[in-house]
């Protein structure tokens, strides 16, 4: 899941979200490669779609997007995105967590199994066209750690996602 973080542009609605998702849809290569593994993997993975819908006042109030296993959807927060590449960089981010729920690995925990998906979803997502490699690994880490706490505690998730960065950082499935 993407955190969020007020910046000063006004938020989109669920209108103008719904007609960039459209857009993005129809012409991001990085989403259909996605779509497509996803697809590959389950046919019924997204079976409810991916929406824009607002969250104040819900239990994800705090999120830009989620995937939702059960429902089998993302959804995308509008009440807190406010550009077309906000709402591409969560789509990916949240599209890369629906491909992960299917993949067939092995971790130690469920909390390294959190980790290293927050670390693929923000390094293909958000963190993707930070150049300088410090910023870079930065952003990758502090949303990864951030994201991880949620479900398993501050001191945990360092501590996981430090074990198992250097795999999941590189590991591009199914870009590569």
Known sequence: MRLYEAPPLPPFSEEKCTNELDRILKSSPKVAILLKGIQ?????????????????????????GYYDARYKRVVLCCDHLRSKKEIEDTLVHELTHAFDSLRKGKFKSICHLIACGEIRASALGQCETIEDPYKKKQCIWTDAVRSTEIH?????????????????????????
Do not use: Y
């Open 40 to 64: 590959t993997l389950n046919k019924d993975a997204l079976r409810r779609g991916i929406t824009c819908r607002p969250c104040m006042g819900t239990n994800q109030e705090t999120r830009m």
């Open 152 to 176: 398993c505690g501050t001191e945990q998730a360092e501590k996981v996602v430090k074990e198992v960065f250097e795999n999941c950082v590189h590991d591009e499935t199914p870009f590569k």
